[in-house]
């Protein structure tokens, strides 16, 4: 089992329409979580993060994290075909009191006219 | 504000062949991260530096792989000898600490072709 997992997609979605990409993860210590937006032959550039369990919103982007269920998801309102991207999942593992992002595959999301 | 820099941006070279990428962190970052990304996967972590000091090179290859960050500033990533799964795009990013809230800042890469 990879320690972040995601959904590779792709995940199509029409211009408007709410788009959920999901992750889960398998250490339960890990406490904090990223999402981080990658465009083909770009280099990946944070959405946000969240650490807290329940909901976090920043304009049309909400992160949810649900520690119990190890599971953590990006929702994207009024999706744009600009949105259209990689998404990566990141879990920060603390290892030998350093901190340690592990990423995901990410989930490639397609937002058509 | 400058960015993260990497150089080169590509590189392509025949098999046992030596090659070395350069990054220059944001300024006053302190912790300075080398990922290997393939095709279709996530940035895996090679090998992270505060400072000058390597605290984390459990990932890095250490019979063909090297990284330098001497004046806690720029670093060097080298291959010696590059093999054909070593093909892959090398990413440097920086952060202030390495926190666990800690923004990641990623330059744009350096696609390695090995022939």
């Known amino acids: 089992q990879k320690e972040v997992e995601q959904n590779s997609g792709p995940l199509s979605v029409p211009e408007g329409a709410i788009a959920s990409l999901n992750c889960t993860y398998s250490?339960?210590?890990?406490?904090?979580f990223f999402w981080y937006r990658q465009y083909s032959g770009k280099s990946p550039e944070l959405i946000m993060f969240?650490?807290?369990?329940g909901d976090k919103e920043d304009g049309r982007f909400t992160a949810q994290l649900n520690k119990a269920s190890q599971y953590v998801s990006l929702l994207i309102r009024d999706s744009q075909p600009s949105d259209s991207a990689t998404y990566l999942c990141a879990v920060n593992r603390e290892t030998g009191g350093y901190n340690k992002l592990i990423f995901g595959a990410g989930t490639r999301l397609a937002v058509h006219p | 504000e400058a960015g993260v820099v990497q150089s080169p941006r590509y590189k392509i070279i025949e098999k046992k062949q030596p090659v070395a990428f350069w990054c220059n962190p944001i300024?006053?970052?302190?912790?300075l991260y080398w990922y290997l990304q393939n095709l279709g996967q996530g940035p895996e972590l090679l090998i992270r530096y505060e400072n000058e000091e390597a605290v984390d090179d459990s990932q890095l290859p250490k019979d063909r792989f090297s990284a330098e960050r001497l004046k806690g500033v720029d670093s060097t990533l080298k291959i010696q000898p590059a093999e054909l799964g070593d093909s892959a795009v090398y990413l440097c990013?920086?952060?202030?600490?390495?926190?666990?809230?800690?923004?990641?800042?990623f330059g744009p890469g350096t696609r390695l072709t090995v022939l």
């Open positions: 250490d339960r210590g890990s406490q904090s």
């Open positions: 969240i650490y807290s369990n």
């Open positions: 990013a920086s952060s202030l600490t390495s926190g666990s809230m800690n923004e990641q800042f």
């Open positions: 300024s006053g970052h302190n912790t």
